[in-house]
């Protein structure tokens, strides 16, 4: 019997390895990827949504500002693990040239209501801008595949870092710091 259950944990974990499902999983977990700004891409403009927090926002109206993009929902443990350190990237670097926006999309239906996500922002002690994306327009356009994912923004608007999942904190920090110190050309 145990040779039988040994056997099939090397066949799940084979099969996981050869379909490249071990590979989605890390990734899902804690991957980060540091672009040279000459890797980099524009980020794509972000969907239209309701806003708290803030009047609309357009990434190319914040070019010469360093910009984090965070997907989240409100209903997502691992999301809520990471706020302390969004929040206080906020509160510390907004009068430096950084701009934090959440992107809140949806889990679940109770998190597509926009009364329901203003409650959470406001609970939650959020005061950046936070933006719904109910149809996953953003979501899909950053090739967002799970909840927390963070981007990080040069001043041109070109995409520096990304980092799925919880940690990579001193990393990202040092990042924002070192794009924060870039000239804006």
């Known amino acids: ?3 039988g259950i040994i056997a ?3 066949i ?3 099969l996981s390895y050869a379909t490249g499902l071990t590979r989605l999983i890390r990734r899902s977990f804690g991957s980060s990827t540091e672009y040279k700004s000459s890797e980099s891409a524009a980020a794509p403009e972000l969907a ?5 927090n803030s009047a609309p926002l357009k990434l190319n109206e914040l070019r010469g500002r360093v910009v984090l993009i965070e997907f989240w929902t409100f209903g997502c443990y691992n999301c809520r693990n990471t706020l302390p350190f ?5 509160d510390r670097y907004q ?3 950084l701009t934090v926006i959440g992107v809140h999309s949806p889990e679940f239906d109770e998190e597509r209501k926009v009364e329901n996500l203003r409650r959470e922002v406001t ?5 950046y801008a936070v933006v719904t994306d109910n149809d996953y327009q953003t979501w899909s356009a950053y090739h967002v595949e799970a909840w927390p994912t963070s981007f990080l923004l040069d001043k041109q608007g070109r995409i520096r870092w ?4 919880e940690g990579g904190y001193d990393e990202a920090e040092r990042l924002i710091q070192k794009l924060l110190a870039e000239n804006d050309t």
């Open 48 to 52: 239209t949504g309701d806003w708290i």
């Open 12 to 14: 799940v974990a084979a």
């Open 162 to 165: 990304m980092h799925v999942g």
């Open 86 to 90: 969004v929040r206080s990237w906020h």
């Open 95 to 97: 009068d430096k040239g």
């Open 123 to 127: 609970s939650l002690g959020i005061r």
């Open 1 to 3: 019997m145990l040779i």
């Open 8 to 10: 099939g944990i090397a």
